[in-house]
């Protein structure tokens, strides 16, 4: 049994979003403790699926959480064709968002070959 399970959780909406090889589920969803989003990234690679990463908010963080994509968004749209600062492991911005007694470390990062 998963934790989702555990709480009795149920599907409120889900949408899909598709970019190249990768799709995001973004799935409200309600449980005994209250509505929230969870975010899923599924990989496909050769016809095969992975999820890759997921992450779940409460429904009371989404704006805050909204404004960082919307920060990132900005801050990326301003960067010229070679950013200038990197990290080795391609970051170009972090910031870090607390929300009740939950911690969100938001990274935006460049692929590295």
């Known amino acids: ?3 989702e399970d555990s709480f ?23 449980n005994n403790r209250g509505r929230f989003l969870k975010i899923t990234e599924v990989l496909t690679v050769n016809t095969l699926a992975r999820t890759k990463n997921k992450i779940t908010l409460a429904l009371s963080s989404i704006e805050e959480f909204r404004d960082f994509l919307n920060m990132f968004a900005e801050f990326y749209n301003n960067l010229g064709p070679t950013p200038a600062t990197t990290t080795r492991d391609g970051k170009l911005k972090s910031e870090f968002m607390k929300k009740d007694d939950k911690r969100y470390f938001l990274d935006l990062k460049r692929d590295i070959d």
């Open 1 to 3: 049994m998963s934790g």
């Open 8 to 30: 009795n959780t149920h599907d409120l909406q889900t949408k899909v979003l598709k970019s190249e090889y990768k799709r995001f589920y973004l799935d409200v969803k309600e």
